[in-house]
């Protein structure tokens, strides 16, 4: 009885350590970033890639997605997010300094959804 308990015992605890996620050095991510042109593309990516730990960023012009890689051991894609808002740009669920936003050139100041409260 006492051996069937500590097999147990063991069976589970390998269960839970497998369970625990490691950091992924290759984490795919898409989300939205607002922009209008090449310009505009230049300069997301830009931000994106000032994150240490971005191995990949492409921003499509017609959907307005950008797609990442990043070393989740050295950023998160919320540091990605915040980096492309910082330069004018509303990403995923962070919005643009509206200063900031404003300044960006003409052809760049693309259309905003209303913001949260």
Known sequence: MKKFLILM???CSVGLIAAQEKPNKNKKAEF???GNCEMCKKRIEKAAYSIKGVKSAIW???SGNI???I???KCSVKDVQKAIAKIGHD???ERADNKTYENLH???LYERLPEKK
């Open 71 to 73: 070393d989740e051991r």
């Open 91 to 93: 990403a995923g669920e």
């Open 32 to 34: 939205a970033v607002g």
């Open 60 to 62: 499509n012009v017609e």
């Open 67 to 69: 797609q990442v890689v």
């Open 106 to 108: 003409h052809c760049c």
């Open 9 to 11: 015992v063991l069976f």
